[in-house]
């Protein structure tokens, strides 16, 4: 029972990251209608920028603000200068572009800091005391997870640029005939989208290391995580990381093994898409033809 309640606990932390991801993904899936797959790439080079203030001198939340910041203006400028110019392409033609993206930050990460193995700190004290089930940065990522969660909700539900955001994401059209700038909404929310991912991946790094190739299979639980909570639906996304992380650990300690555990996002990505393809919480559209 106590190994049961630790991979619990342990996989609502990592799933709380997962959801952090999800939830970038589904930022971007609302306004373009498409799959970000460099959302890992971009949280992993944030991810080095916060380890080289840190190594500099700077204190960890220092850092950590000053690089969620970063993070905002890249993905400003990488909707404005990359995505901007070929919005009205061919799907393909986007998700090419992508792929691209992930290509070059990652090669540019490996060129500039190598492909060794380094370790990131946690902001989490060892002596915090959360017993045996739960070390202090597990409890730490959940706790940085719902404040992030908690204030994405009230930006997007309470303030006049959230709504505006929302709006230009749901309906361009209107937007536009009620005077709201779609275009710079769009660009926000790839800002936003690339600040939620660099937390998520601060959070993710003191547990897998730091390495170019550390969000590869964050992002691939991600997907899941955003198909079964429902690719457009931003609360979908939460539940499906959580969801999605207790279900890798548990499955993963009691019933196939670690070796196996990323074929658990696999499983569920197929049988959400087999089953149910809008998720447990996503909108279903219907079109006449």
């Known amino acids: 029972m106590d190994a049961l309640l630790h991979q619990v606990l342990a996989g609502l932390a990592t799933g709380g990251i997962y959801a952090s991801v999800a939830l970038a993904l589904v930022m971007i899936y609302q306004a373009t209608h498409l799959v970000n797959f460099a959302q890992g790439e971009l949280a992993m080079f944030s991810t080095y920028i916060a380890w080289s203030l840190i190594n500099a001198g700077m204190p960890y939340w220092g850092a950590f603000f000053l690089t969620v910041g970063f993070s905002f203006v890249l993905g400003v400028l990488i909707e404005r200068v990359v995505i901007r110019p070929v919005e009205n392409a061919p799907v393909l033609a986007v998700v090419v572009v992508f792929i691209a993206l992930l290509v070059i930050l990652n090669s540019v990460t490996g060129w500039i800091y ?4 380094k370790t990131f700190p946690s902001p989490f004290p060892n002596d915090l005391g959360f017993g045996k089930y739960m070390s202090p940065h597990e409890a730490g990522a959940i706790g940085v997870t719902l404040v992030v969660l908690l204030l994405l909700y009230a930006f997007f539900r309470f303030t006049p640029l959230g709504l505006a955001m929302r709006a230009a994401a749901q309906n361009p059209e209107s937007s536009r005939l009620v005077g709201i700038r779609v275009g710079w ?3 926000l929310g790839w800002g936003l989208a690339a600040a939620i991912g660099s937390i998520a991946g601060m ?5 897998v290391f730091l390495d170019p190739n550390m969000m590869g299979g964050v992002l691939l639980y991600a ?3 955003a198909l079964v909570g429902g690719i457009d639906s931003p609360g979908g996304a939460v ?16 019933v196939i093994g670690n070796e196996l555990k990323l074929a658990v996002a696999l499983v569920l990505i197929i049988g959400v898409l087999v089953v149910k393809p809008s998720g447990f919480s996503g ?7």
Do not use: C, D, Y
């Open 239 to 254: 539940f499906g990381g959580f969801l999605v992380g207790v279900l890798e650990n548990v499955l993963g300690a009691f």
């Open 283 to 289: 909108k279903v559209h219907v079109s006449r033809v």
């Open 185 to 187: 909404m769009l660009a």
């Open 114 to 117: 190598t492909f060794t193995i």
């Open 223 to 225: 997907f899941a995580a």
């Open 203 to 207: 959070m993710v790094a003191p547990i």
